[in-house]
């Protein structure tokens, strides 16, 4: 297994992951523990951090091609909608 990184949250003496871990019951781990200075809420993309992290580089380069063509179609119909200088002058 690859190491992941995941956001926890220690109350009552146990770390509670903020997502499911993919591990099975009883599984033994090493736990590197770093303070997140902000208390800000993670923002939806942001609380994905670490997910990725055990994909191989096919795999990522899959995801970032998949990435670059959803930029383009909202780019595309941003455009549509509202012309080609919405993103240099807004409003």
């Known amino acids: 297994m690859n190491t992941i990184t995941v956001q926890a949250v220690y109350r009552g ?9 993919n591990l ?5 781990v090493e736990v590197q523990v770093t ?12 609380s994905l951090a670490g997910i990725w ?4 580089d096919a795999d990522l380069d899959r995801l970032e091609q998949g990435l670059a ?4 179609q909202s780019a595309e119909r941003l455009e549509v909608r509202y012309g ?8």
């Open 13 to 21: 003496g146990v770390l509670k992951p903020a997502t499911q871990l």
């Open 24 to 28: 099975p019951e009883g599984a033994t």
């Open 35 to 46: 303070p997140v200075t902000s208390f800000a809420k993670p923002t939806a993309f942001g």
């Open 53 to 56: 992290s055990h994909l191989i």
């Open 69 to 72: 063509e959803i930029r383009r």
């Open 84 to 91: 080609s200088d919405h993103h240099r002058n807004p409003g």
